[in-house]
Every structure is written in structure tokens, then in C-alpha cells.
């Protein structure tokens, strides 16, 4: 049977790992925790989920750990025997052909996060859950910063110690930016109508009508839960997700994650961190890479000359290198030599083609000679012709009677004579 009808392994894998990838959207689990392994060095998490019948290899990257901070704290609370509940991506190991669970997030059974979190925890974690089915948090959505920020919007409150650091840092790092203020208030008793004067104040400067900015940062200082849950709202996870323009969230502490936190583009941990991030290239760096390219250009422009220099030595050294063979006096001198011998050889071949020529003629010479009439009547014969030498007859039947003929002899005498009669032997 001919091979090409049959899959190799890595063809049936890949076919598995998209058809798996296509059927299943992420799922919630229970089940008991086994063999869990902290990989130290790589920030993974690596375990089995269990049932009585049944068990699953899990994975927990390092990424997803770093942007879920009750996924941070879940994690520390891990070990085995351990029941907890998850939101996972079934994925397809194409390596190995085993089937994993890459874990989202992880909760308490039911009956101990009620108690230890409370109505407003499950409420977030729902939200939590339903944005990321939809993909707000999908890092193929996360928009890049450009390499030199120049001009940025600080969505925030003016009242808060938060922009205080943020144009410290700024300033001592890149006074060359441009900075513009989109004032909001950034807590209240009423988050969600907190959290519309935040989406409002975002949309006016990722509009466009006060500029094209580079980067957009959304920030306020630490607080209790309650004093950040604005930034929890989903009216502004959806308006962060839309935005055109790069968001970078500073919300809180390191510790605080909230929902923005999670669809914004860039995640910092303090507003501090997020002024960090839009001057990664400070006046210092920038000087500093300037004086690095000036010496690189340096270093090229005289290795370049150094290199045309050597270059050029080597052609002179060619051209007077008398003893070289590619120097030009040599090659002119092989020319020349060359030239010589075609000139003798044309000579030679014009000289033997007059030879052939010339005997070939004196041939032809003795054969005209041979041939030449006079010749034959020096040797005593006549010929006949009319009267008028027009017409000379080889047969004597074609004589009329009474014709009158001329009778050629040697040096030119004719003679006239008449046909009086007719004797064939």
C-alpha cells in the first residue's frame, strides 16, 4: 500500500491538538489534588487532578499565576489531597500525545468560598470567568508600547498621592515626555458610577480629539477592596479591552489585582511601576545609547576605511608586482605574446592559401592551353565555319549545297571556298 495514504504521528497530533482545541471551550472542574510539583526555577506548577475513578495531568504557567492574583494566592494554599475547583483549557500535549489541563484560575468548593469570601467574591469570580471565556484576557489582544514613548494620558484623580509619584518618576526619568491629565474620580460609595467617570475620562483621551497618544496609564494608589472595586467594574474592563491606544494599569498594590488589571495591556504593580514602564528608555539610557551607536558608527567608518585602504595596497601591489601573474604589466606583456602568435599564424595560412591558389590557377592555365583552338591548328587541322564565323560545323552533313564556308588555318588565314558537291564514304 502506498505510504502516502497514511498519517505520520506528528500529522495525527496536530490534528488532535486542533479538533480538542475546537471542541472544548474552558471548563470548571473538581476534583483532588495529586503529585504536585512548584518547578522552582520555572515558576510552572505541575499536578494531577483525581476522582475516584479517574485522574488528568494539570499545568499552571508561570504567566497565568503572574496576572490572576487569586490564582497567586490559590496557588500558596496548594498540596495534596487538597479538593478544589477549577477553570481550565483542555490542551493536547503534541510531544508526548497526552491530554492536560492548562488551569485559568482555581476556588475553594462551594461551601468553604462562601465562607471565606463572601456573595461580592463569587461575583467577581462569575465576571472573572465569563471575560475570560470571551477572550478579554487572550494575550494575542495585548497591544505593544512603541520602543520610544514620547507622549502618554494619566487617567486618575488629582487628588491622589499616586500621580504624585508618577510625574515624579517621569520627570527625573524622561523629562522630554509630554504628558496630558484625564481627571476622575477613582473611588465613591457608588463604584459603578465610579467606574463611568473612569471609562468616560478613558474614551475622551483614546479618542483622538486631544491627540494621538502613545500610551494610556490608568492608575490610583492602595486601598481596601472595597476602595478598588471601580476598577472591578465590567462597563470598564469592556471599555479597556476597546480602547485603540495601549493601556497600562498601576491599580493599588503589587498584591491587588483587579479586573482591569487583567484585560489591560500591560500590568504594572504600583502606579510607580506604571510611570516605569512608559520610560523604560530614560534620558540617561537614551544618552547612553547614543554615545553606544556614535562609537559603533565610529568603530565602522574606520574599519571600513581600514578595509578600503587594504583593498587599494593590494591593487597597487598588483599593478607594480612585476613577478605576479595577474599584475597588469604582465597580463598587456601575455597579450601581446598572444597577439604575436595569431599574427604568425594568419601569415602562415594567408601564405599557404596563395600556394593552393596559385597552382590551382596554373592547372586551369595548361588546361586552357590544351583547349585553346589556335593550338590545334598549329598542330596542321582547320575548322569550318559560315561565312560569316557565326556558326562552325563538326558535321559535315549539315553543309548545304552551294554554301559558301570559311576554312581556318593558323596565324589567322582564312580561306573562302564553295560547296559544289557532296561525298559521304
Known sequence: MENDNFLSITELNFLLKNSISEIFTPLKIHGEISNFI??????????????KNSQIRCTI???????NSNLKKMVATLKNGKQINVLAKVNFYEVKGEIQLNIEDIFEPENQTQQKHGELFLKLQNLRQQLFSEGLFDIKHKKNLPNLVENIAIVTSSQTAALQDILRTLQNRTPFMKISIFETPVQGSDTLETAQKIVAALQAADSGKFGKFDAILICRGGGSVEDLWAFNEEILARAIFAANTPIISGIGHEIDTTLADDVADIRAATPTAAAQEVSKFSKDDLLQNLQYLAKKLNKNLVENLQTKQQNLDLLQRRIFNKTSMNSPNNLIKNYQEKLQVLQKNLAYKIKENLFKKSQNLQILQQKLTLLNPENVLQRGYVYVSDNENQYIFNDAQKIKQN????????NQHNLLVKVIGKNFA
Do not use: P
Open 38 to 51: 512548584y518547578q522552582q526555577s520555572s515558576g510552572h506548577c505541575y499536578f494531577s487532578l483525581k476522582d
Open 61 to 67: 504557567w508561570k504567566f497565568t499565576i503572574w496576572r
Open 403 to 410: 554554301a559558301e564556308l570559311l576554312l581556318h588555318f593558323k
